[in-house]
């Protein structure tokens, strides 16, 4: 199901900014039993990457309402929010006055590899360009997330690892990353590149209130590799951690299930 402006099924103008540009913002999180848990917290997200590129995002309350129509039809899957900046003349510059184009769609959830046992990963050959203008920011541009899933075909590894320019670690090709180290929890600074994802900000506001020592910091490859675990997260999977890196590899670490327990704290 797919709502463009509301309308079900509504076409996109080819002259779209974020299909010339990539001119926009996007979220993906699940529908589950008609809801969408930490809604509020997607809305802040999506509202503030798209003040970080000058797009007016649409009211709370309009994007409810496109949810609510597709949580009538159905309840369970993956929902997805895209904003654009909408229909303008040839040309980069911003125009003066755009009307933001918004597609709501629902998608089946795919069936990922099971990670409570733990998953495989792979080290990704691509290097994340640095841009601190987009650090963190969804924009639509994710061709180097593309590019560096397609690296492999192995069903048996579940995600890759991204490093940037300067080979400090990033994240996944869609996930954001947490290691634990002798007790303290560390995630990338996203400073310089990356996505900060919802379930990220999550699992470092609910580290902070359990008084578990949580830093954003730089992460090298060597740093992860001698972690005590290493986790992987995002608000449609949830958890995994890696078991096997490569060469490298952990037992299931019982922190994990603290984390777990951190995601299902905030369903409104």
Same mark, same amino acid.
């Given at each position: 199901?797919?709502?463009?402006?509301g309308?079900?099924?509504?076409?996109?103008?080819?002259?779209?900014?974020?299909?010339?540009?990539?001119?926009?913002v996007?979220?993906?999180?699940p529908l589950?039993?008609?809801?969408?848990?930490?809604?509020?917290r997607?809305?802040?997200?999506?509202?503030?990457?798209?003040?970080?590129?000058?797009?007016?995002?649409p009211?709370?309350?309009?994007?409810?309402?496109?949810l609510?129509?597709?949580?009538?039809?159905?309840?369970?899957?993956?929902?997805?929010?895209?904003?654009?900046?909408?229909?303008?003349?040839?040309g980069?510059?911003?125009p003066?006055?755009?009307?933001v184009?918004?597609?709501v769609?629902?998608?089946?959830?795919?069936?990922?590899i099971?990670?409570?046992?733990g @998953?495989? /990963? =792979?080290?990704?050959?691509?290097?994340? !360009? $640095?841009?601190p203008? *987009?650090?963190?920011?969804?924009?639509?541009?994710?061709?180097?997330? @593309?590019? /560096? =899933?397609?690296e492999?075909?192995?069903? !048996? $590894?579940?995600?890759? *690892?991204?490093?940037?320019a300067?080979?400090?670690?990033?994240?996944?090709?869609?996930?954001?990353?947490?290691?634990l180290?002798?007790?303290?929890?560390?995630?990338?600074?996203?400073?310089?590149?990356?996505?900060?994802?919802?379930?990220?900000?999550?699992?470092?506001?609910?580290?902070t209130?359990?008084?578990?020592?949580?830093?954003?910091?730089?992460?090298?490859?060597?740093?992860l590799?001698?972690?005590?675990?290493?986790?992987?997260?995002?608000?449609v999977?949830?958890?995994?951690?890696?078991?096997?890196?490569?060469?490298?590899?952990?037992?299931?670490?019982p922190?994990?299930?603290?984390m777990?327990?951190?995601?299902?704290?905030?369903?409104?």
């Amino acid at each position: 199901m797919i709502l463009v402006n509301g309308v079900n099924g509504g076409a996109i103008d080819p002259l779209d900014r974020g299909i010339a540009y990539g001119d926009g913002v996007f979220r993906t999180f699940p529908l589950y039993a008609g809801r969408v848990p930490h809604w509020h917290r997607h809305y802040t997200k999506l509202a503030n990457d798209s003040a970080k590129l000058q797009l007016a995002c649409p009211p709370r309350d309009l994007l409810e309402n496109d949810l609510q129509e597709i949580a009538k039809a159905y309840t369970e899957g993956v929902i997805r929010i895209t904003l654009t900046r909408g229909t303008g003349v040839r040309g980069y510059a911003i125009p003066e006055k755009t009307l933001v184009t918004r597609i709501v769609s629902l998608s089946p959830k795919r069936s990922f590899i099971a990670g409570a046992d733990g @998953v495989r /990963a =792979r080290w990704c050959r691509l290097r994340l !360009a $640095i841009q601190p203008a *987009l650090a963190g920011v969804k924009h639509l541009n994710r061709l180097e997330n @593309v590019l /560096a =899933r397609s690296e492999w075909s192995d069903a !048996a $590894i579940a995600e890759g *690892l991204l490093l940037d320019a300067n080979d400090h670690v990033i994240a996944g090709t869609m996930t954001n990353l947490f290691i634990l180290r002798r007790g303290d929890l560390l995630t990338p600074q996203l400073d310089a590149c990356g996505v900060a994802g919802v379930t990220r900000d999550l699992i470092i506001e609910r580290a902070t209130q359990a008084r578990v020592n949580i830093a954003v910091t730089t992460i090298t490859r060597e740093t992860l590799l001698n972690a005590d675990a290493v986790f992987l997260v995002n608000s449609v999977i949830g958890m995994w951690q890696i078991t096997t890196l490569e060469e490298k590899t952990w037992n299931v670490h019982p922190f994990g299930e603290q984390m777990r327990s951190w995601l299902t704290d905030d369903q409104h």
